[in-house]
């Protein structure tokens, strides 16, 4: 990997060479800087957002937020700002959720659960049954018949040795996503799957359950990790350990929804467009400040920059607020926009996406095939190295932007990741987690190379 | 500056491009980050030393938790553990601190202030005066003969467009250094000075106040930025506002203290040294897990990973917690080490210091006229990106290890800045402050660079 990102900087240096640097360019990429640094306007704003509560896709509350946003961004003077309407998932998390441990001397203890987004629920009922644990799918294909009428639980950790925490989730995530159809496929009747996190807390740390079709739905629901490790070690003591489960979380009909757009037109290219963006929707244990809210203010802070600096871009920029990421079905903002623009007359030439939370900036990760648009986003690299922008690697941008086909390029805004799942999805995932120079820098960074796009196309 | 190390980085390509990767190198740089990440060895030994309380130079606490220290190195099975004898100041904060401004009404209220380090106290009685605002030391020329018999309130924020930190906070932090004995110039009876800070609390920043000789001493307090806003608009409705003081902070002669000093022998080259380590003493409003409580458990945490992984280096690794860095003075460990290494027939090839906080690392500062030694550590960032090194960049490397003199290169571990100002020498430095992955992969950089200067040489 690291071996990779070296050479890929390394063809490029013949260009990166030859590069002057351009005075208003910097200037400009400066003030970007300066203005965030100072203003804090986007931390300011994002404080406002998360205060609303969580974005749950479907929610109320999630349109309460959208339309706050909204007519907050009609004051600032934009060309355009409008609402694209999407059919959304709805899931309810219920106000029952429960579990609780049978200790052998009849006494129960409470675990720090809760249930896993679309997990179905247990008709206000205990579900009760001895927990199986298992590490993995191999591991639970060789017990088979075993599992039978039983709770698995799946405790395989993230691995703490990955520096890469992205890479460590998402070895580790399957349990969540494919775990309770895996082990229905056997006869489990519930799944209690070790949070997907960094964190060594209680919170339990929720997501998508992904059931397969033509399986039966069991309950899925995730443990903190304190009490991950007390099951597996009370379970070492009492293989016949009981647990029993009461959920009244469930599925509803497709809501109706919304992707919140805004944006400012081109001076001299109105129908070049480059997208921007984040997910507007949340997880509903936190305030979804740093999963997504960061991501969605910091793109909106991008055009706030350029509108405080009186700058008007040479082509089209557009903030897009995504609805319904976290359920990563096709039922979600982020196809809806692509349709649009497969059938818009408008050029997407770039889409930029900025999903992993609001640490200090790293770097982007460009995803092109075209060798001439990563050596001229590389030459960019002097302008960016003032938002602490240290490097261009190739990679994915990220679930949203990666809807819109026919861009030039795309990019993933990557900040800092190693505390993100310590948050993500989780109780932990609130306003207080979000640093304002390190968010400030973040949106200075995606103005800058939104900028750069602008005013040089790719 | 950004286009000043893009064009260091420039320079070096050539060299860069001919290096090959040596997987030896490769796969101990590798084992490094994954022990780090894993075992979480340092972290845990910081969240000791963290406990035992702040460790003020010539404090009782700071030996305590020194020889608290010294016995866990004792059991690691180093070549050598040894406390090298050095004075130093030694200055108690009291148990009388407090600071009303008296408003027109004659009630008061409460300020949230603290002594500067080294200020005199006000003989146990309350000291009051009209306070007199002022931004810098022009201004204050400008009022002279106004000074006299006030209380100086230097109110100059750090500048938050400021990228890097550490440019911001030597830009602010001459109010707190000089400003007592600037005011007393002019009369002065003492100073207020805005906490040299990046987080809008109300907790005071303390530090060091260096007295000009021949000029009177007077007291000297940092005060929370949230008073100091306060004060700042009371002043402009109620000009002749006052506020008095009362500390019973004072001097005391030097203090006997000590180095503490632990190696590993190297296998061929016994005699050639590489040093690293930070410093032991500490403010006293917190615990100094931050500043430095940070560099020195990183470098003994460098220490650790050699024994842990057996590897026995080629050249000697030595780790020094030097003592009393905060007074800034000539009685300290740094100069009584920089003297003993002039002096003895060990060859002291580099030496590493990490004083910037246990943030995740970014780079390394180089200090070295030799254009090979750039050269051949630029070529090492292929390993040194493993721990998220992303840069190495010429800067000085530290106020300890400039001390010794002769060595071939000089290095400054560099974590990200953006928050480390906000805890500096406050309540705020706390052990809660330090994240167990951006600790660790801190040690991890310090002992891939260590090793590949002890393999390599320089």
Redesign the interface.
Known sequence: M??L??SFF?VL?PF??SQT?NKKSLKISKAF??EA??SEWGYNFLKELSALGPRLSGSENSLKALFWVKSEIEKMGFSKVWLQPTLVDHWKRGDIEKAEVILPDGKTKTLHICALGTSVGTNKKWLSGEIIEVKNFTKLKKLNDEVKGKIVFFNRPME????D?FRAYGRAVNQRTAGASEAAKYGAIAVIVRSVT?KYDNNPHTGLVSYKKGIKKIPAVAIGLKDADFLSKTLKKFPKLKVRLKLNCKNLPLAKSYNLIAEIKGREKPEEVIVLGGHFDSWDLGDGAVDDGSGCVQSLEVLHLFKKLNIRPKRTIRVIFYMNEEFGSKNSGAYTYGKYAKKSKEIHIAAIESDRGGA?P?GFTLNTKDELIKQKVISW??YL????I??IKPGGSGADVSKIKGTKAQFGYVP?V??YFGYHHSANDRFSAI?P??FE?GSAAMAILTYLISENGL
């Open positions: 690291v071996i990102a070296l390394l240096i990166l060479i640097v800087v300066q640094l100072t703490k040795e990955l520096v925490t960094t200090v790293r690299l002097p190295k003032i938002a602490l240290d490097w800092d190693q505390r640093h120079r390190e820098l």
